[in-house]
Protein backbone atom coordinates (compact mmCIF):
# COMPACT_ATOMS: atom_id res chain seq x y z
CA UNK A 1 0.00 0.00 0.00
CA UNK A 2 1.26 3.84 -0.93
CA UNK A 3 2.03 5.86 2.03
CA UNK A 4 0.48 9.10 2.41
CA UNK A 5 3.79 10.87 2.11
CA UNK A 6 5.11 8.76 -1.22
CA UNK A 7 1.79 10.25 -2.79
CA UNK A 8 2.38 13.91 -1.70
CA UNK A 9 6.27 13.05 -2.83
CA UNK A 10 4.75 12.11 -6.66
CA UNK A 11 2.16 14.71 -6.74
CA UNK A 12 2.69 16.92 -10.01
CA UNK A 13 2.04 20.01 -7.74
CA UNK A 14 4.16 21.21 -4.76
CA UNK A 15 3.22 21.18 -1.65
CA UNK A 16 4.75 21.94 2.04
CA UNK A 17 3.50 21.94 5.55
CA UNK A 18 4.53 24.88 7.70
CA UNK A 19 3.68 25.47 11.47
CA UNK A 20 2.33 28.75 12.99
CA UNK A 21 5.33 30.02 13.49
CA UNK A 22 5.80 30.27 9.24
CA UNK A 23 8.92 27.41 9.72
CA UNK A 24 8.46 24.60 6.86
CA UNK A 25 7.96 21.22 8.35
CA UNK A 26 7.01 19.21 5.30
CA UNK A 27 8.04 19.67 1.43
CA UNK A 28 7.10 17.57 -1.28
CA UNK A 29 10.08 16.03 -3.81
CA UNK A 30 8.57 17.54 -6.79
CA UNK A 31 8.92 21.34 -4.89
CA UNK A 32 12.13 20.43 -3.72
CA UNK A 33 13.43 19.60 -7.57
CA UNK A 34 11.63 22.95 -8.36
CA UNK A 35 13.93 25.13 -5.92
CA UNK A 36 16.85 23.03 -6.34
CA UNK A 37 17.30 22.40 -2.63
CA UNK A 38 17.58 19.26 -0.67
CA UNK A 39 15.24 18.65 2.02
CA UNK A 40 17.24 19.58 4.76
CA UNK A 41 17.99 22.98 3.42
CA UNK A 42 14.68 24.02 3.70
CA UNK A 43 13.00 21.94 6.74
CA UNK A 44 13.13 24.80 9.86
CA UNK A 45 13.69 27.68 7.37
CA UNK A 46 11.18 30.58 7.11
CA UNK A 47 8.37 30.00 4.32
CA UNK A 48 9.32 33.46 3.25
CA UNK A 49 12.53 32.63 2.40
CA UNK A 50 11.36 30.71 -0.58
CA UNK A 51 9.62 33.78 -1.64
CA UNK A 52 11.07 36.58 -3.65
CA UNK A 53 10.98 40.12 -2.30
CA UNK A 54 7.68 41.58 -3.31
CA UNK A 55 6.54 37.75 -2.56
CA UNK A 56 7.74 38.25 1.09
CA UNK A 57 6.16 41.76 1.73
CA UNK A 58 2.53 40.54 0.49
CA UNK A 59 3.03 37.44 2.55
CA UNK A 60 3.43 39.28 5.83
CA UNK A 61 0.96 42.31 5.13
CA UNK A 62 -1.70 40.51 3.50
CA UNK A 63 -1.69 36.64 3.34
CA UNK A 64 -0.66 35.83 6.82
CA UNK A 65 -3.09 37.50 8.50
CA UNK A 66 -6.18 36.62 6.39
CA UNK A 67 -5.19 32.92 6.75
CA UNK A 68 -4.99 33.45 10.90
CA UNK A 69 -8.01 35.02 10.53
CA UNK A 70 -10.62 33.46 8.01
CA UNK A 71 -8.11 29.73 8.32
CA UNK A 72 -7.68 29.86 5.10
CA UNK A 73 -6.97 31.17 1.73
CA UNK A 74 -7.28 30.36 -2.18
CA UNK A 75 -5.23 31.05 -5.47
CA UNK A 76 -3.02 33.85 -3.79
CA UNK A 77 -0.49 34.80 -6.48
CA UNK A 78 2.92 35.14 -4.96
CA UNK A 79 6.39 34.68 -6.84
CA UNK A 80 9.00 32.11 -5.82
CA UNK A 81 12.78 32.35 -5.73
CA UNK A 82 14.48 29.28 -6.48
CA UNK A 83 18.39 28.47 -4.93
CA UNK A 84 19.52 29.59 -8.72
CA UNK A 85 17.91 33.37 -8.48
CA UNK A 86 15.40 32.20 -10.72
CA UNK A 87 11.87 33.49 -10.14
CA UNK A 88 8.21 32.10 -11.24
CA UNK A 89 4.89 32.82 -10.71
CA UNK A 90 3.00 30.52 -8.27
CA UNK A 91 -0.65 30.10 -7.21
CA UNK A 92 -1.14 28.84 -3.56
CA UNK A 93 -4.13 27.71 -1.47
CA UNK A 94 -3.50 27.38 2.64
CA UNK A 95 -5.82 25.34 4.84
CA UNK A 96 -5.44 26.25 8.68
CA UNK A 97 -5.37 22.50 10.54
CA UNK A 98 -4.80 21.56 13.95
CA UNK A 99 -3.00 17.87 13.76
CA UNK A 100 -1.96 15.83 17.35
CA UNK A 101 -2.56 18.90 19.36
CA UNK A 102 -0.32 21.23 17.03
CA UNK A 103 -1.08 24.13 14.64
CA UNK A 104 -0.66 23.79 10.68
CA UNK A 105 -0.89 25.57 7.17
CA UNK A 106 -0.90 22.88 4.66
CA UNK A 107 -0.09 24.52 1.12
CA UNK A 108 -0.85 23.02 -1.96
CA UNK A 109 1.13 25.36 -4.81
CA UNK A 110 0.54 25.33 -8.67
CA UNK A 111 3.28 26.69 -11.02
CA UNK A 112 2.02 29.79 -13.20
CA UNK A 113 3.52 29.99 -17.08
CA UNK A 114 3.59 33.59 -17.11
CA UNK A 115 2.54 33.99 -21.67
CA UNK A 116 -0.49 31.35 -21.06
CA UNK A 117 -1.49 33.96 -18.22
CA UNK A 118 -1.45 36.92 -20.43
CA UNK A 119 -2.76 35.15 -23.12
CA UNK A 120 -5.98 34.18 -21.16
CA UNK A 121 -5.82 37.81 -20.07
CA UNK A 122 -5.76 39.52 -23.40
CA UNK A 123 -8.97 37.28 -24.03
CA UNK A 124 -10.97 38.06 -21.52
CA UNK A 125 -10.23 41.54 -21.94
CA UNK A 126 -11.12 41.36 -25.36
CA UNK A 127 -14.68 39.28 -24.16
CA UNK A 128 -15.29 42.40 -21.76
CA UNK A 129 -14.45 44.80 -24.10
CA UNK A 130 -17.17 43.81 -26.64
CA UNK A 131 -19.91 43.46 -23.66
CA UNK A 132 -18.80 46.97 -22.40
CA UNK A 133 -19.57 48.06 -25.79
CA UNK A 134 -23.15 45.96 -26.51
CA UNK A 135 -23.49 47.87 -23.15
CA UNK A 136 -22.86 51.27 -23.46
CA UNK A 137 -24.69 51.39 -26.77
CA UNK A 138 -27.94 50.26 -24.50
CA UNK A 139 -27.22 52.71 -21.89
CA UNK A 140 -27.03 55.93 -24.69
CA UNK A 141 -30.52 55.06 -25.16
CA UNK A 142 -31.22 54.91 -22.28
CA UNK A 143 -29.40 58.55 -21.34
CA UNK A 144 -30.99 59.97 -23.78
CA UNK A 145 -34.59 58.80 -22.05
CA UNK A 146 -33.08 60.22 -18.77
CA UNK A 147 -31.88 63.68 -20.15
CA UNK A 148 -35.36 65.06 -20.71
CA UNK A 149 -36.48 63.58 -17.32
CA UNK A 150 -33.47 65.31 -15.37
CA UNK A 151 -34.85 68.47 -16.84
CA UNK A 152 -38.42 68.31 -14.87
CA UNK A 153 -36.46 67.28 -12.50
CA UNK A 154 -34.34 69.84 -12.09
CA UNK A 155 -36.97 72.21 -11.65
CA UNK A 156 -38.88 69.86 -9.02
CA UNK A 157 -35.11 70.12 -7.12
CA UNK A 158 -35.40 73.80 -7.80
CA UNK A 159 -38.91 73.88 -5.49
CA UNK A 160 -38.45 71.49 -2.94
CA UNK A 161 -34.71 73.17 -2.44
CA UNK A 162 -36.82 76.07 -1.07
CA UNK A 163 -39.53 73.98 1.23
CA UNK A 164 -36.20 72.34 2.72
CA UNK A 165 -34.73 75.48 3.66
CA UNK A 166 -38.19 76.93 5.24
CA UNK A 167 -38.23 73.14 7.15
CA UNK A 168 -34.69 74.05 8.48
CA UNK A 169 -35.58 76.83 10.03
CA UNK A 170 -38.43 75.22 11.61
CA UNK A 171 -35.96 72.41 12.77
CA UNK A 172 -33.65 75.00 14.23
CA UNK A 173 -36.55 76.47 16.33
CA UNK A 174 -37.85 72.97 17.23
CA UNK A 175 -33.99 72.32 18.44
CA UNK A 176 -34.14 75.74 20.39
CA UNK A 177 -37.50 74.29 22.05
CA UNK A 178 -35.68 70.97 22.62
CA UNK A 179 -32.58 72.08 24.60
CA UNK A 180 -34.98 74.27 27.33
CA UNK A 181 -36.98 71.31 27.58
CA UNK A 182 -34.10 69.43 28.64
CA UNK A 183 -32.50 71.89 30.80
CA UNK A 184 -36.07 71.68 32.32
CA UNK A 185 -36.09 68.11 32.47
CA UNK A 186 -32.27 67.71 34.13
CA UNK A 187 -33.36 70.44 37.03
CA UNK A 188 -36.87 67.95 37.61
CA UNK A 189 -34.30 64.95 37.81
CA UNK A 190 -31.99 66.76 40.15
CA UNK A 191 -35.08 67.71 42.41
CA UNK A 192 -36.30 64.37 42.45
CA UNK A 193 -32.80 63.17 43.40
CA UNK A 194 -32.96 65.59 46.11
CA UNK A 195 -36.45 64.61 47.19
CA UNK A 196 -34.91 61.35 47.65
CA UNK A 197 -32.40 62.29 49.68
CA UNK A 198 -34.43 63.98 51.99
CA UNK A 199 -36.80 61.14 51.85
CA UNK A 200 -34.13 59.06 52.33
CA UNK A 201 -32.71 60.73 56.13
CA UNK A 202 -36.37 61.44 57.42
CA UNK A 203 -36.93 57.73 56.83
CA UNK A 204 -34.17 57.51 58.61
CA UNK A 205 -33.92 59.71 61.37
CA UNK A 206 -37.96 58.21 61.86
CA UNK A 207 -36.30 54.95 62.52
CA UNK A 208 -34.23 55.92 64.84
CA UNK A 209 -36.62 58.11 66.59
CA UNK A 210 -39.30 54.83 66.83
CA UNK A 211 -35.69 52.51 68.16
CA UNK A 212 -35.39 55.33 70.93
CA UNK A 213 -38.65 56.36 71.96
CA UNK A 214 -39.35 52.47 71.81
CA UNK A 215 -36.77 51.81 73.95
CA UNK A 216 -37.34 54.34 76.30
CA UNK A 217 -40.90 52.99 76.96
CA UNK A 218 -39.72 49.59 77.96
CA UNK A 219 -38.23 51.37 80.54
CA UNK A 220 -41.10 52.30 82.28
CA UNK A 221 -43.52 49.10 81.35
CA UNK A 222 -40.68 46.76 82.97
CA UNK A 223 -40.87 48.66 86.08
CA UNK A 224 -44.66 48.40 85.72
CA UNK A 225 -44.44 44.78 85.41
CA UNK A 226 -41.87 43.94 88.13
CA UNK A 227 -43.97 46.31 90.71
CA UNK A 228 -47.12 44.09 89.87
CA UNK A 229 -45.41 40.96 90.35
CA UNK A 230 -44.35 42.57 93.76
CA UNK A 231 -47.97 43.74 94.66
CA UNK A 232 -49.40 40.38 93.70
CA UNK A 233 -46.65 38.45 95.94
CA UNK A 234 -48.00 40.04 98.51
CA UNK A 235 -44.78 42.19 99.74
CA UNK A 236 -46.90 45.20 100.56
CA UNK A 237 -49.53 43.71 102.43
CA UNK A 238 -52.29 41.24 102.07
CA UNK A 239 -54.14 40.69 98.01
CA UNK A 240 -57.63 40.16 98.10
CA UNK A 241 -59.22 38.08 94.92
CA UNK A 242 -60.61 41.52 93.66
CA UNK A 243 -57.24 42.97 93.88
CA UNK A 244 -55.75 39.73 92.32
CA UNK A 245 -57.87 39.91 89.70
CA UNK A 246 -56.91 43.10 88.57
CA UNK A 247 -53.28 42.59 88.97
CA UNK A 248 -53.68 40.06 86.21
CA UNK A 249 -55.48 42.88 83.78
CA UNK A 250 -52.69 45.14 84.63
CA UNK A 251 -50.08 42.54 83.45
CA UNK A 252 -52.15 40.97 80.27
CA UNK A 253 -52.15 45.05 79.78
CA UNK A 254 -48.56 45.36 80.39
CA UNK A 255 -47.26 42.28 78.51
CA UNK A 256 -49.39 43.38 75.31
CA UNK A 257 -48.43 46.96 74.83
CA UNK A 258 -44.70 45.48 75.59
CA UNK A 259 -44.78 43.32 72.87
CA UNK A 260 -46.31 46.02 70.64
CA UNK A 261 -43.45 48.32 71.30
CA UNK A 262 -40.89 45.22 70.75
CA UNK A 263 -42.95 45.45 67.22
CA UNK A 264 -42.16 48.54 66.81
CA UNK A 265 -38.35 48.40 67.81
CA UNK A 266 -37.46 45.64 65.87
CA UNK A 267 -38.83 47.28 62.45
CA UNK A 268 -37.58 50.43 63.26
CA UNK A 269 -33.85 48.68 63.84
CA UNK A 270 -34.28 46.92 60.29
CA UNK A 271 -35.12 50.13 58.72
CA UNK A 272 -32.41 51.82 60.23
CA UNK A 273 -29.84 48.51 58.74
CA UNK A 274 -28.91 47.86 62.70
CA UNK A 275 -29.92 44.13 62.44
CA UNK A 276 -26.49 41.84 62.75
CA UNK A 277 -27.00 37.87 61.07
CA UNK A 278 -25.04 35.11 62.46
CA UNK A 279 -25.85 32.58 59.64
CA UNK A 280 -24.91 29.52 60.61
CA UNK A 281 -26.27 25.43 59.61
CA UNK A 282 -28.94 24.66 61.48
CA UNK A 283 -31.28 21.24 60.89
CA UNK A 284 -34.36 22.01 60.71
CA UNK A 285 -35.75 19.05 62.90
CA UNK A 286 -34.15 21.18 65.83
CA UNK A 287 -36.33 24.31 64.69
CA UNK A 288 -39.40 22.44 64.58
CA UNK A 289 -38.52 21.07 68.42
CA UNK A 290 -38.36 24.44 69.37
CA UNK A 291 -41.77 25.89 67.47
CA UNK A 292 -43.66 23.08 68.83
CA UNK A 293 -42.45 23.72 72.84
CA UNK A 294 -44.08 26.78 72.04
CA UNK A 295 -47.02 26.75 70.00
CA UNK A 296 -48.48 23.10 71.42
CA UNK A 297 -50.19 24.71 74.13
CA UNK A 298 -51.38 27.55 72.05
CA UNK A 299 -53.11 24.80 69.32
CA UNK A 300 -54.35 22.85 71.96
CA UNK A 301 -56.19 25.95 73.86
CA UNK A 302 -57.64 26.66 70.14
CA UNK A 303 -58.71 23.43 69.72
CA UNK A 304 -57.07 23.19 66.07
CA UNK A 305 -55.10 20.38 65.01
CA UNK A 306 -51.40 20.66 64.19
CA UNK A 307 -49.95 18.28 61.44
CA UNK A 308 -46.41 18.58 60.62
CA UNK A 309 -45.05 17.03 57.26
CA UNK A 310 -41.58 19.07 57.13
CA UNK A 311 -38.20 17.29 56.61
CA UNK A 312 -36.72 16.98 59.85
CA UNK A 313 -33.40 16.62 58.34
CA UNK A 314 -33.08 19.16 56.39
CA UNK A 315 -30.19 21.36 56.99
CA UNK A 316 -30.05 25.13 56.11
CA UNK A 317 -28.05 28.18 56.28
CA UNK A 318 -29.77 30.86 58.45
CA UNK A 319 -29.62 32.76 61.31
CA UNK A 320 -31.33 30.53 63.82
CA UNK A 321 -32.84 32.86 66.23
CA UNK A 322 -34.27 34.47 63.33
CA UNK A 323 -35.62 31.32 61.44
CA UNK A 324 -37.46 30.86 64.96
CA UNK A 325 -38.82 34.59 65.25
CA UNK A 326 -40.18 34.42 61.77
CA UNK A 327 -42.20 30.75 62.10
CA UNK A 328 -43.18 31.57 65.53
CA UNK A 329 -44.98 34.80 64.05
CA UNK A 330 -46.13 32.69 61.00
CA UNK A 331 -47.64 29.87 63.30
CA UNK A 332 -48.95 32.41 65.84
CA UNK A 333 -50.79 34.38 62.93
CA UNK A 334 -52.47 30.97 61.72
CA UNK A 335 -53.61 29.86 64.99
CA UNK A 336 -54.65 33.82 65.58
CA UNK A 337 -57.03 33.71 62.47
CA UNK A 338 -58.08 29.63 62.29
CA UNK A 339 -61.64 28.72 64.20
CA UNK A 340 -61.89 25.92 66.22
CA UNK A 341 -61.94 22.48 64.29
CA UNK A 342 -59.43 23.90 61.55
CA UNK A 343 -56.07 22.46 60.84
CA UNK A 344 -52.75 24.19 60.48
CA UNK A 345 -49.91 22.23 58.43
CA UNK A 346 -46.15 22.53 58.23
CA UNK A 347 -44.11 21.36 54.99
CA UNK A 348 -41.06 22.17 53.42
CA UNK A 349 -39.84 21.28 50.16
CA UNK A 350 -36.22 21.58 48.16
CA UNK A 351 -36.90 23.98 45.18
CA UNK A 352 -36.27 22.86 41.29
CA UNK A 353 -36.35 26.77 40.01
CA UNK A 354 -34.31 28.13 42.51
CA UNK A 355 -31.17 26.01 43.19
CA UNK A 356 -29.53 26.08 46.53
CA UNK A 357 -32.90 27.34 48.13
CA UNK A 358 -35.52 25.73 50.58
CA UNK A 359 -39.33 26.58 50.52
CA UNK A 360 -41.25 26.25 54.29
CA UNK A 361 -44.46 26.33 54.01
CA UNK A 362 -47.23 27.23 56.59
CA UNK A 363 -50.76 26.55 55.58
CA UNK A 364 -53.93 26.86 57.49
CA UNK A 365 -58.04 26.53 57.00
CA UNK A 366 -58.77 29.75 58.14
CA UNK A 367 -60.62 32.54 56.95
CA UNK A 368 -58.44 33.61 54.68
CA UNK A 369 -57.35 37.24 52.72
CA UNK A 370 -58.88 38.98 50.33
CA UNK A 371 -56.84 39.04 46.74
CA UNK A 372 -56.79 43.17 46.99
CA UNK A 373 -55.25 42.89 50.47
CA UNK A 374 -52.84 39.94 49.81
CA UNK A 375 -49.88 41.70 49.17
CA UNK A 376 -50.55 44.81 51.42
CA UNK A 377 -50.66 43.00 54.44
CA UNK A 378 -46.71 42.93 54.44
CA UNK A 379 -46.38 46.18 54.62
CA UNK A 380 -45.99 47.93 58.21
CA UNK A 381 -49.15 48.58 60.37
CA UNK A 382 -51.26 46.90 58.11
CA UNK A 383 -53.53 44.41 59.31
CA UNK A 384 -56.69 42.89 57.92
CA UNK A 385 -59.89 42.22 59.78
CA UNK A 386 -62.77 39.93 59.82
CA UNK A 387 -64.99 42.86 59.59
CA UNK A 388 -64.63 46.25 60.92
CA UNK A 389 -65.82 45.57 64.40
CA UNK A 390 -63.16 43.04 65.01
CA UNK A 391 -60.70 43.54 67.69
CA UNK A 392 -57.44 45.13 67.19
CA UNK A 393 -55.09 42.54 67.74
CA UNK A 394 -51.58 43.71 67.36
CA UNK A 395 -49.28 46.55 65.24
CA UNK A 396 -49.71 44.64 62.21
CA UNK A 397 -46.22 44.66 61.76
CA UNK A 398 -45.26 40.97 62.28
CA UNK A 399 -45.34 40.19 58.73
CA UNK A 400 -43.05 43.52 57.43
CA UNK A 401 -40.55 42.60 60.25
CA UNK A 402 -40.88 38.65 59.60
CA UNK A 403 -40.20 39.28 55.39
CA UNK A 404 -37.45 41.94 56.29
CA UNK A 405 -36.16 39.47 58.30
CA UNK A 406 -36.18 36.88 55.34
CA UNK A 407 -34.95 38.95 52.73
CA UNK A 408 -31.64 39.77 55.25
CA UNK A 409 -31.00 36.22 55.21
CA UNK A 410 -30.80 35.97 51.64
CA UNK A 411 -34.49 34.55 51.50
CA UNK A 412 -37.67 35.71 50.94
CA UNK A 413 -41.37 35.62 52.43
CA UNK A 414 -44.79 35.85 50.26
CA UNK A 415 -48.40 34.54 50.58
CA UNK A 416 -51.49 33.09 48.67
CA UNK A 417 -54.76 32.79 49.94
CA UNK A 418 -58.53 32.35 49.07
CA UNK A 419 -60.84 34.00 51.15
CA UNK A 420 -63.17 31.44 53.13
CA UNK A 421 -60.83 28.62 52.55
CA UNK A 422 -57.42 29.46 53.99
CA UNK A 423 -54.19 31.25 53.24
CA UNK A 424 -50.49 29.76 53.19
CA UNK A 425 -47.14 31.64 53.54
CA UNK A 426 -43.99 30.50 52.13
CA UNK A 427 -40.76 31.64 53.76
CA UNK A 428 -37.43 30.45 51.10
CA UNK A 429 -34.12 30.14 52.91
CA UNK A 430 -30.74 29.30 51.79
CA UNK A 431 -30.43 25.47 51.78
CA UNK A 432 -26.64 24.36 53.55
CA UNK A 433 -25.98 22.19 50.27
CA UNK A 434 -22.41 21.11 51.40
CA UNK A 435 -23.73 19.67 54.92
CA UNK A 436 -25.28 15.84 55.47
CA UNK A 437 -27.06 15.40 58.36
Not at 7 to 15: E, G, R, V
Not at 61 to 86: D, N, W
Not at 411 to 430: C, H, M, N, Q, Y
Request: aromatic content about 6%; overall charge negative.
Amino acid sequence: MTTPDVLLDCAPAFYLSIGDDGRVVQANTTLLHRLGVTRETIVGTHVETLLSRAGRLFYQTHVFPLIRMQGHAEEIFLLVETKSGEQFGTLWNFARRTRNEETYIDCVVIEVHERRKYEDALLQAKRQAEAANKLLEKQAAILADQAMELEAQHQQLTDQAAELEERADELQRANAALRDHSELVEQERHAAQEARRIADAANLAKSEFLATMSHELRTPLNAIGGYTDLLAAGIYGPVTPEMSHAYDRIVRAQRHLLGLINDVLNLARIESGRVDYTIATVRFGDVIRELREMIDPQVSTAGIEFRDEADDALMLRVDHEKLVQILLNLLSNAIKFTAHGGMITLRSATLIDRHGFVAIDIADTGRGIPAEKLEAVFEPFVQVRANASAPNLGTGLGLAISRNLARGMGGDLSATSELGKGSAFRLIVPRADDVRP
